[in-house]
């Protein structure tokens, strides 16, 4: 029995998918122009398709599970479960207008023409908002729409804003905060959901660790207590007595999130020598 899952063939999802599987302890050759391969050391068949036909495969069993973008999910709306968030290939669905347009609320869509490939996404947050608006679909190059007369604005993927701001539009209203996902077919045997789980708790276990960093400092044993309360660790710091008479070795996992105001507070309670260090694996 195998495990069948669809990535991205080209795109900003392809490397980090595959990147995520290595990282997992998943080897893939992944050749070029190949759409179907084998792991080496897990039961893992890949599939590589275009991120908008995944939903569909996913839907009909003929992958198990797949890597692709929550918009692609929420936008194709095919029978999956998202099973996991994954943390990479973030963006968000927005609207723009030109920058010459005197835009001050969602109101100000009543009535427009709005150029999306969205549209099922871009239709439920009108609704949501009470508004009735003309949407135009369109696959590719929507940023030229407004410039050419055919919308008054226009829902995309934006990560930077780089290409709005270059082709004279702005940013105005977020539909939608998007990354990639895992997600699986609803009728997987026991067998395949048995190695789903075995893949996502590698999957959690490396993104724990991104999350997450280990930290070694020394610590005078009068500031003993007044430093562990700083650090919470997985369960407990552990503390180590050093070579030096009055010292002690500190060790313990920190959130990125509250990572440099608790450095900040180590140092202001006496820490000393303190070691950041990445963390490859994190099992809890």
């Known amino acids: 029995m195998k495990l069948k899952i669809a990535i991205q063939k ?7 998918s595959i990147k995520l599987l290595k990282e997992c302890g998943i080897d893939i050759n992944n050749g070029v122009n190949k759409l179907k391969t ?7 068949e890949v599939f590589f398709l ?6 569909q495969y996913i839907e009909d069993g003929v992958a198990d599970i797949g890597i692709v973008g929550e918009n692609v999910v929420l936008e194709k709306q095919k029978q999956v479960n998202i099973v996991q968030k994954l943390g990479f290939g973030k963006c968000r669905l927005s609207m723009a207008v030109e920058k010459s347009v005197d835009y001050t609320s969602v109101k100000d869509l009543q009535n427009k023409r709005i150029a999306t490939s969205y549209p099922v996404i871009v239709e439920d947050f009108l609704q949501q908002n009470g508004i009735t608006a003309e949407i135009h679909e369109i696959s590719g190059s929507v940023e030229i729409a407004p410039g050419i007369g055919l919308a008054d604005a226009i829902c995309d993927l934006v990560s930077s804003g780089s290409t709005l701001f270059m082709n004279g539009l702005k940013e105005v209203e977020t539909v939608l905060k998007s990354e ?6 609803h009728s997987l045997k026991p067998e395949q959901q048995l190695l789903l789980d075995k893949l996502l708790f590698r999957i959690q276990a490396v993104r724990k660790a991104k999350n997450n960093k280990y930290i070694l400092l020394n610590a005078p044993n009068d500031k003993l207590n007044e430093i562990i309360g700083l ?3 997985m369960k407990s710091p ?3 007595p050093l070579a030096e008479a009055g010292w002690s070795s500190v060790h313990s996992v920190l959130n990125e999130n509250d990572f440099w105001d608790i450095i900040e507070s180590l140092k202001e309670a006496g820490a000393q020598g303190i070691l950041v260090v990445p963390i490859e694996k994190m099992v809890i």
Do not use: K, M, Q, Y
């Open 10 to 16: 080209s795109g900003r999802l392809h490397d980090d």
């Open 38 to 44: 084998e792991a080496t050391n897990f039961p893992l």
């Open 50 to 55: 275009r991120d908008d036909d995944i939903p």
């Open 180 to 185: 990639a996902v895992l997600a699986a077919c």
């Open 231 to 233: 650090l919470p660790g």
């Open 238 to 240: 552990t503390v180590l």
